[in-house]
């Protein structure tokens, strides 16, 4: 169940972002899908802790596949499926390799590498995708404030999902 949800999130993410005006929250401009994007991080390393490194790899190919997929089905122009495949790839597998090598509690190890993988994720995505590099969506005025509200938005649903996984470790250990 866990991998349908890690899929069908990316996919609705990409929904979301296409089907609605990015946000504005105070400086910050964030997509609509930037929300979900935050809890596939949550979601991969909880695939990667029941089904290993290995299949973790193997879910990402799928999952890249069927986002870039859904993105270009969507409308988004190829600067868009182009940085979002890209910045997918690179995101992902930090994330997976830092998760690997933390030897801490599952809830570190997820707020760490999804840390990490949300900024290599937010950078990319906005630089390659949005700034006039690629498809010219945002102004280079815009893309310091672009970058950073998908950073605020996406470690905020890493916490929160961090917070579900500390309340199930201690309902686990309290029952």
């Known amino acids: 169940m866990i991998v349908v949800l890690y899929l069908l999130i990316i996919i609705i993410a990409n929904l979301l972002t296409t089907s609605f005006a990015p946000l504005i929250i ?3 401009v964030v997509t609509l899908g930037t929300f979900l994007v935050g809890a596939t991080f949550v979601l991969r390393d909880l695939v990667q802790n029941r089904y290993g490194r290995k299949n973790t790899y193997l879910l990402i190919v799928l999952a890249l596949i069927l986002s870039a997929i859904s993105s270009y089905l969507l409308g988004d122009t190829i600067w868009i499926v182009f940085a979002s495949a890209v910045s997918f790839v690179l995101s992902e597998s930090t994330d997976t390799e830092i998760y690997t090598r933390l030897n801490l509690p599952i809830a570190y190890k997820v707020a760490y590498s999804g840390i990490v993988g949300g900024v290599l994720d937010s950078v990319v995505f906005v630089v390659i995708g949005l700034s006039p590099i690629g498809a010219g969506l945002i102004p280079w005025s815009i893309v310091p404030f672009a970058i950073l509200g998908q950073i605020v938005v996406k470690t905020a649903m890493q916490l929160v999902g ?10 686990r250990q309290n029952p």
């Open 26 to 28: 105070g400086p910050f």
């Open 162 to 171: 961090v917070g579900g996984i500390l309340v199930g470790e201690c309902v």
